[in-house]
């Protein structure tokens, strides 16, 4: 294959040619209404050739692996048609690399028997709770094996296992709904959603007590977030503007994402880190050959660096960090992030909460979505805080603010950091991406919290 | 699909099972792309997809591929993979539901329009010129304007064949222009952007950016609203992006007959608002969701779900209208091209009033218009609740619009906010090629604002 790859990226007139084959299997299952709702298998094989010529990109993806050198030509013929001025990207190295992961650490090859019995297991804890009535659970492993080549002689064959978890509890008494959910994930590694019964009960619990929960009244709170929601916050707020891609060509964003511009107090920092062992957003290599980087995004409240991809780096002038990711064959790599997370703090969850006279305790979430500055993100869980204590449960509240304002009214960090793996990110209609996201405990002032 | 492959499928998929379906899907789409005001790069995609239903034992089995042809070398080949896809539909079969249908037989289809040569035909050249046009036209009224630009157009195949003796095929073409704008002053961003999708190709192209050059009018200047229950108005776009998706929810056949939907039960009862009617329609003219028949190839048909404020239909598909004991509204479609069939909607249209934009705006005090929101899909919108940031919103006072809000929330519940007394606008458009509907005027939502 690797003979093929060099052939079919040889003699283009073109600034750089690089290629992606890749073949998958995935087994999805899923249950609904008390039963086993749906279970199906996917298997899928393809490729795609990007070119750049000039500053201009030529992308095709294809199934049918054949004529590889043709397709090659009509990615380098779109980038000519995409030309502008020159555009060298960073240099990068030629290399020649590999990765398995070892066989039996991955859920893929398990038989159905044995997933379905984990299953039904948390469907029953689910359905035999007070007020439920019904139980969605989304499983999905995948196995993946994915070739890179390129133009300057690199050639890297990678596995990328994956598994998600995604439990729901939903609870109904009269007209009213309410529900809460369980999100989880690894790298493939079944053992991570086996023996969750008691967090299961809890959850099911949760979605029940919510249907007698008073609702919040929106406006400005001192809020304390758990690790899962701060981790959130960290990824969806924040992050999401650290992606080179995003400022770059964008002359205001860049005045405010300056390298050296203070954003929080010194007990803030924000990394992001591909290269932690174990976690669902780690990789060797990224999906342009580039190795893999711990990157200090925030440090002691300063912006210190961003993500990158070859290109964002050079026009930016920077050092690549190893960014460029697609969530499969069918799309050209983008900046994405990898692990991201706010490093620990000192301060205890209790002298935290001892700080507050009123305010909320969010918890856990149904998503975010940002607008870059803005951001709305939902606590799947929340209370109020009296007097330093926590006191009783309220309906999911969503929060929303400016991150720049935001970051900057985060007053305490935790020491108990936590990484979150479930979900996935989505950027540029490539969903979802394997990420993981996580924080401490953390304090923020007067932030927005919508209501009736 | 090469027909020896096909027929090959169904016939060893006949050996096991005593029902079967082969659905295929091939694409061909090419998109030019601008960023930041700039051509940045021409994609190509070619696809081709398979998925495969049985029925064996009375349960249902499923698989599908994508490129099923092709493998690396290490993988099982040509041959091997339309095995493996016949040995992975059996292996689910074993845990699948117990199938209450049987795939429809050959019928006859309404005819519908979703193909148009002009479109497949585009050239790329012209492509670019209709990006590069629509941002020159943009920058004009605001020259820092940073704009994305994205036209794509393509082509897609769809052939059904099944063991009840169905075939159907037919190919469709799309033209989908989206634009996408943000202003940036300081550290205040302004979003703005519309898009076009159609089957074919549209009058005036030049529509997204008239849109988007009105959305930049109107917001013009800064204001700040009351904390508190308003009036607010949701424009076309607004109501696509606050309300439809937790309707589209509450009407799905399946979430009705889970009960998770609050309107099980409610057949035939007065739930919104009279001046309010909704429809899914999968037989209108060159929408990007219309068909001759949904991916079950059951034959597409308009479903009627709101008709003057009574709750008169949900939608299904062939084994949740099975279960439920009714026929299959045609609304069977596959997640994301060949996933799982489930009941979705086609095309959403909300019938005009006779209120105009203008008349809902003078007559508000203080009041919210809403354009787009973020995180509108985030609370509990099986209970009907919507809400979220308002992206794009403007501030009404004394019957004039002075302004672009910013911090503010909304926050409200559709069995709530549909039941006041509504005034619906008298003239509806297409969000997203997926919804058509008008303005809606709602006395009172709840906003919050910093």
């Given at each position: 294959m690797r003979e093929r790859l060099a052939n079919a990226l040889r003699g283009h007139d073109a600034d750089y040619v690089e290629a992606h084959l890749e073949e998958s299997e995935t087994t999805q299952i899923r249950y609904q209404n008390g039963t086993l709702e749906e279970v199906h298998r996917t298997r899928s094989c393809g490729g795609n050739v990007r070119a750049l010529v000039n500053g201009g990109w030529g992308f095709v993806s294809f199934e049918h692996l054949d004529d590889l050198w043709d397709k090659a030509a009509l990615a380098v013929e779109e980038a000519r048609l995409a030309s502008g001025e020159a555009m060298p990207l960073v240099p990068g190295e030629a290399v020649v690399g590999s990765s398995a992961e070892p066989e039996r650490r991955n859920a893929a090859s398990l038989p159905l028997e044995r997933k379905k019995r984990v299953l039904d297991e948390y469907n029953d804890i689910i359905l035999g709770t007070g007020r439920i009535q019904n139980a969605r659970i989304d499983y999905r492993d995948a196995k993946r094996r994915a070739i890179f080549a390129n133009s300057e002689g690199s050639y890297i064959e990678q596995d990328r296992p994956d598994l998600t978890l995604r439990l729901t509890a939903i609870a109904r008494e009269n007209n009213e709904v309410q529900q809460a959910g369980l999100s989880l994930g690894s790298n493939?590694?079944?053992?991570?959603?086996?023996?969750l019964h008691e967090r299961v009960r809890e959850t099911a619990g949760l979605a029940a007590a919510l249907l007698s929960a008073p609702e919040v009244r929106g406006g400005e709170y001192t809020v304390i977030l758990d690790p899962v929601l701060a981790g959130v916050f960290a990824h969806e707020a924040f992050g999401h503007l650290s992606e080179a891609d995003f400022v770059y060509q964008n002359q205001g964003l860049l005045d405010i994402m300056t390298l050296g511009r203070t954003f929080g107090g010194r007990h803030l920092n924000i990394v992001d880190d591909?290269?932690?062992?174990?976690?669902?957003?780690?990789?060797?290599?990224d999906d342009e050959g580039m190795p893999a980087c711990r990157t200090c995004l925030i440090r002691e409240g300063v912006l210190v660096g961003r993500l990158h991809s070859r290109e964002t780096a050079v026009k930016m002038g920077e050092k690549p960090t190893g960014n460029a990711r697609a969530i499969s064959y069918r799309f050209p790599p983008i900046v994405r992030m990898s692990n991201t997370f706010i490093e620990n703090g000192d301060m205890s969850f209790e002298e935290m909460l001892s700080g507050v006279r009123k305010g909320l305790y969010v918890k856990d979430w149904y998503g975010g979505q940002t607008s870059l500055e803005m951001f709305t993100f939902s606590a799947g869980e929340a209370y109020m805080i009296r007097d330093g204590r926590l006191a009783e449960l309220l309906r999911p509240v969503v929060l929303t603010g400016n991150v720049f304002v935001t970051l900057n009214n985060i007053d305490a960090v935790g020491d108990d950091l936590e990484m979150n793996q479930g979900g996935g990110c989505g950027k540029g209609g490539q969903s979802p991406l394997p990420v993981s996201n996580g924080s401490p405990h953390i304090r923020i002032r007067h932030c927005l919290i919508g209501g009736r | 699909m090469e027909q020896p492959l096909a027929e090959q499928l169904m016939d060893s998929a006949r050996k096991v099972a005593e029902q079967a379906e082969v659905f295929w899907l091939s694409s061909h789409e090419t998109a030019v792309q601008f960023e930041a005001n700039r051509l940045k790069g021409v994609h190509t995609r070619e696809s081709a997809n398979v998925a495969l239903r049985v029925v064996r034992e009375a349960r249902i089995g499923f698989s599908a591929a994508s490129g099923p042809y092709s493998s690396l070398p290490s993988g099982p080949g040509a041959e091997g993979g339309l095995r493996r896809l016949i040995d992975m539909a059996v292996e689910t079969s074993r845990f699948g539901k117990p199938a209450r249908f049987q795939f429809p037989p050959l019928t006859d289809y309404p005819g519908v329009a979703v193909f148009d040569h002009r479109v497949a035909r585009m050239p790329v050249e012209s492509m670019i010129e209709l990006g590069n046009e629509l941002i020159a036209r943009v920058r004009e009224h605001s020259p820092d304007i940073v704009c994305d630009v994205e036209v794509t157009r393509g082509t897609s195949s769809v052939q059904i064949v099944n063991s009840q003796g169905a075939e159907v095929d037919y190919d469709r073409s799309f033209l989908v222009i989206g634009l996408e704008g943000v202003l940036i002053r300081d550290t205040d961003m302004l979003f703005v952007g519309d898009s076009l999708d159609s089957c074919r190709l549209p009058d005036n192209m030049g529509l997204v950016a008239d849109r988007v050059v009105e959305q930049l009018e109107l917001a013009e200047g800064k204001a700040t609203v009351s904390t508190g229950p308003l009036p607010v108005l949701f424009t076309p776009r607004g109501v696509a992006s606050a309300l439809l998706g937790p309707m589209a929810l509450a009407f799905n056949g399946k979430m009705v007959l889970e009960g998770s939907?609050?309107?099980?039960?409610?057949?035939?009862?007065?739930?919104?608002?009279?001046a309010f009617s909704l429809c899914d329609d999968a037989t209108l003219d060159y929408c990007l969701r219309s068909s001759p028949c949904d991916d079950e190839g059951v034959r597409s048909r308009q479903v009627p779900l709101v008709r003057n404020g009574v709750v008169c239909g949900f939608f299904y598909d062939l084994q949740t209208a099975g279960l439920v004991g009714v026929q299959s509204t045609g609304s069977g479609r596959r997640a994301g091209g060949t996933g799982q069939i489930r009941p979705a909607t086609s095309s959403l249209v909300i019938p005009e009033g006779g209120v105009p934009f203008h008349s809902m705006v003078e007559d508000m005090n203080e009041g919210l218009v809403v354009e787009r929101l973020i995180?509108?899909?985030?609370?509990n919108l099986l209970g009907g609740d919507f809400g979220g940031n308002v992206l794009l919103g403007y501030k009404v006072q004394n019957g004039e619009i002075i302004g672009r809000v910013k911090d503010t929330m909304i926050a409200g519940n559709i069995y709530q906010v549909l039941r006041q007394s509504l005034a619906v606008g008298s003239e509806a458009r297409w969000v997203d090629g997926v919804t058509r509907c008008p303005c809606l005027w709602c006395p009172s939502l709840s906003v919050s604002a910093k």
């Open positions: 493939g590694d079944f053992s991570a959603i086996e023996g591909a290269t932690v062992p174990g976690l669902r957003g780690s990789y060797q290599y | 939907s609050p309107l099980k039960g409610r057949l035939g009862e007065q739930v919104f608002d009279s995180g509108a899909d985030q609370g």
